[in-house]
């Protein structure tokens, strides 16, 4: 069975951290790129970082780059975002999704997300 499994939400104040774990099952993680993907409060979901599936070099959107670091252990099939100076307008629930694009053919998986909550 396929499984994505986020942790490490909560509630920080502004200028905080949290560190989000996505941990992965089911599935040959090396052959994945995985990203973060959020959705704010009653908003659309939105793109936050990659990391790569050959050279698995990270990018992040702008509106997190500097601040947010996303990792993998490769022996432990964790996926990390590290997030430091949260703002309020980083509130969202993060998900963390695998996909893969084999001859035109793409697999993907989505965990249930975990929930983010910067507030003054």
């Known amino acids: 069975e396929v499984q994505l499994v986020e942790s490490g939400g909560g509630l920080v104040q502004p200028g905080g951290s949290l560190r989000l774990s996505c941990a992965a099952s089911?599935?040959?993680?090396?052959?994945?790129?995985m990203f973060w993907v959020r959705q704010p409060p009653g908003k659309g979901l939105e793109w936050v970082s990659t990391?790569?599936?050959?050279?698995?070099?990270?990018n992040y959107a702008d509106s997190v780059k500097g601040r947010f670091t996303i990792s993998i252990d490769k022996n432990k099939n964790i996926l990390y975002l590290q997030m430091y100076s949260l703002k309020p307008e980083d509130t969202a629930a993060y998900y963390c999704?695998?996909?893969?694009?084999?001859?035109?053919?793409?697999?993907?998986?989505w965990g249930q997300g975990t929930q983010v909550t910067v507030y003054s």
């Open positions: 999704h695998a996909d893969q694009n084999v001859e035109g053919r793409t697999t993907d998986y």
């Open positions: 089911g599935f040959t993680f090396s052959s994945y790129a």
């Open positions: 990391i790569g599936l050959s050279s698995r070099s990270p």
